[in-house]
């Protein structure tokens, strides 16, 4: 089932929580809404489910308008961040829950149920936990409970709300895997809630960044990574240095003109204040030889973990840079134990690849 979302407005008292959201989600598509908290997409998805009214603007499921239809007619499986099993009913009676609720007419028969359920808690690989109660799983075993519980009345849309938010990060990490598995056999049409940036460029087909209650961005997790459409989504795609400095003609100077970066895309900006964001593995680091053009600094910290060092510097040149400005690199921990490198070591920097956005522009 395909979704069209239409020029959704939702407001609580003076705080706008969507201003004017569209969006279109293909049928079997997994889809990850992304954003810091209170930028809207719970919001949202509670719109799609029926569970909250938008002021204006529509929702329809394949191009049915079920703007003002009840959450109970929508046919939309939903699953929160605190499983919401209930406690007094073993595994098997919480997956059967919703088949049991049907109306009598189309409440299909116990023997039904039965193989119904036995198949879905197969399908979540939990059939040997049927008689347990939810007091006694652990919280991954008790997400894809409630995961089973959603699919049992055989929805055509599944909304997940921060579905493995409270779960610790190695239990997260299986479960991102197993939902992608699962999604990949079912095909049903799916929206995740996370603020967790890895959690929806691992596991969505496309990211819908949202910022203060819009879309900020959408596209594969490739897309958003590669081509960040603002300095919002690149800051918050994963760990990022921002430099100030000014572009003009096809390049930008930061650091004073300690380095020189080609910004081809900026051609025609004649000397505009811009930022450059660059990512801590796309900074290049060695010893500073007098002369070297870079960006002189001091190594402050160093934090090895596994194969990769992650390294902190304050910039030599304070005057040049940003007050409090903290540089991060990161190199491969073999590369960093050849070099061997100290801290407080003066080592110099260069940006191999970053993205320039231009404040403004006189053209």
């Not at 603020?195 to 203060?212: G, K, S, W, Y």
């Not at 989504?233 to 003109?257: K, Q, S, T």
């Not at 960093?336 to 003066?346: L, P, R, V």
Request: hydrophobic share 40%; glycine share 8%.
């Amino acid at each position: 089932m395909s979704i069209e979302i239409r020029n959704i407005h939702k407001q609580f008292g003076d705080f706008h929580a969507l201003r004017d959201v569209s969006l279109d989600i293909d049928s079997g598509e997994l889809v990850a809404l992304l954003g810091p908290s209170g930028c809207g997409k719970t919001t949202l998805l509670r719109i799609i489910a029926g569970l909250e009214t938008a002021d204006t603007g529509t929702i329809s499921f394949s191009g049915e308008d079920t703007t003002h239809v009840h959450v109970r007619e929508r046919q939309v499986g939903f699953v929160f961040q605190h499983y919401a099993l209930f406690r007094h009913m073993t595994v098997f009676e919480n997956v059967a829950f919703g088949l049991r609720m049907k109306p009598r007419n189309v409440r299909p028969s116990e023997k039904v149920i039965q193989q119904k359920v036995h198949d879905l808690l197969g399908l979540v690989q939990l059939d040997w936990l049927a008689d347990r109660y939810p007091s006694q799983l652990s919280g991954g075993q008790r997400q894809r409970i409630a995961l089973a519980r959603a699919l049992a009345v055989e929805p055509k849309v599944l909304l997940l709300d921060e579905p493995f938010g409270a779960l610790d990060a190695k239990v997260r990490k299986e479960l991102r895997r197993w939902l992608r598995r699962l999604h990949d056999d079912l095909h049903v049409t799916s929206i995740f809630v996370t603020h967790d940036q890895e959690e929806a460029l691992e596991v969505a087909d496309r990211v819908v960044l949202m910022n203060t209650g819009s879309v900020a961005q959408i596209g594969s997790p490739q897309e958003v990574w590669d081509h960040p459409a603002s300095p919002f989504v690149y800051g918050f795609l994963g760990d990022v240095n921002l430099f100030h400095g000014r572009a003009h003609e096809g390049e930008m100077l930061i650091g004073g003109d300690a380095v020189s970066l080609n910004s081809p895309e900026h051609q025609l900006v004649q000397d505009s204040k811009a930022f450059a964001y660059v990512r801590p593995h796309d900074i290049d680091v060695k010893r500073y030889k007098s002369g070297d053009s870079g960006i002189k600094a001091k190594l402050t910290r160093a934090i090895v973990v596994g194969p990769v060092a992650r390294l902190e510097f304050e910039p030599v040149n304070h005057h040049d840079f940003a007050k409090d400005t903290v540089i991060e690199a990161q190199l491969s921990a073999h590369l960093f134990a050849e070099q061997q490198y100290k801290e407080g070591e003066t080592l110099v920097l260069t940006p191999r690849k970053a993205r320039i956005f231009v404040e403004s522009q006189s053209l």
